[in-house]
């Protein structure tokens, strides 16, 4: 296998969580959807900065995630069995992402409505609501997708060790409530990245040539 593809499935998946968990840590508490006009304004006033750094890193977030989806999606389709259900993953990446850039447009309007003289205070509350649970949907079916039929793929067809695919589908399981937004599928990329680097693919379980189609 090129060795490309080798390192944007081990580092550019560290890199992915990396963004992810910066712009998490960055990006300041959005005030409840119940808060006043006068709460949801001062708060993305004071916190301006903040919400337009979360933005950029998101949109980072997103270019490199989608990248590591497509190198993850030809690292696990040698076996011609996988490539019909690793089309469906990378659909289910794809939603995940448009899920990131909606919350990246949301913190940017935010912050530029913040101090803008023709936005008024109801235009933020209702702009705040929105960001309040918008994206959860879209982030739950997209990471679920993605999550339970990458797990599939593992437990079936090899490529990765299968305990990786037993943690995918637990993970996409939870994903899919919506409660815990991108935390699962940040985890689990995390560990499939570690995988892949520590065993630099040469003591991994093999993928099996002979994989019945799926």
Known sequence: MQGSVKRWVGYGGLLFFVLIAASVFITPNAPSSNATVAKVVTSYHDHQGAYYVGAYLIVLAVIVGLTYFWYLREYLGQVPASRRLLTVAFAGAIVFAVSGTVSAGLNFTLAEGSHASNVTGT??????????????????????????????????????????????????VISATGIVGPIGIGLWILLASITVIVSGRKTAVPIAADAPDL
Request: glycine share 14%.
């Open 123 to 172: 235009t933020m509350q209702t702009l705040n609501l929105l960001k309040s649970g918008f994206d959860v949907p879209i982030t739950a079916a997209g990471s679920a997708l993605f999550l339970i039929v990458t797990g599939l793929i593992v437990i079936r067809n090899g490529g990765l060790p299968r305990w990786l695919g037993w943690v995918a589908v637990v993970f996409g």
